[in-house]
């Protein structure tokens, strides 16, 4: 299916990305999911709140890093294509889902 083609139901909706992008996503996560296990790791240890809560911060930075990684990428690729081919309710869309980022 290709980027600009959506199926009727959402969750059917998929998104082609080059090699390029799917490797620094999946790189991003593999990095978050990391720091997860390593705040996991300090609880279990009884590390001390503040180095905890410090890399709580880092861990919700790169998860941020990563969303607005692939908020450009969606905007650039999957919403102008739509647009460009007449799908206005891309806009709505969109509008509902930075509203959910922005809470």
Sequence with gaps: MSESTHAACECCRTKERTPGESRDLISRL??????????RGMVERDAYCTDILTQVAAASAALNGFTRVLLAEHIRTCVASDI??????????????LQKLMR
């Design 30 to 39: 593999n990095r978050i999911e990391g720091q997860i296990r390593g705040i």
């Design 84 to 97: 460009r081919e007449g799908r206005e309710e891309t806009i709505d869309e969109l509008v509902a889902t």
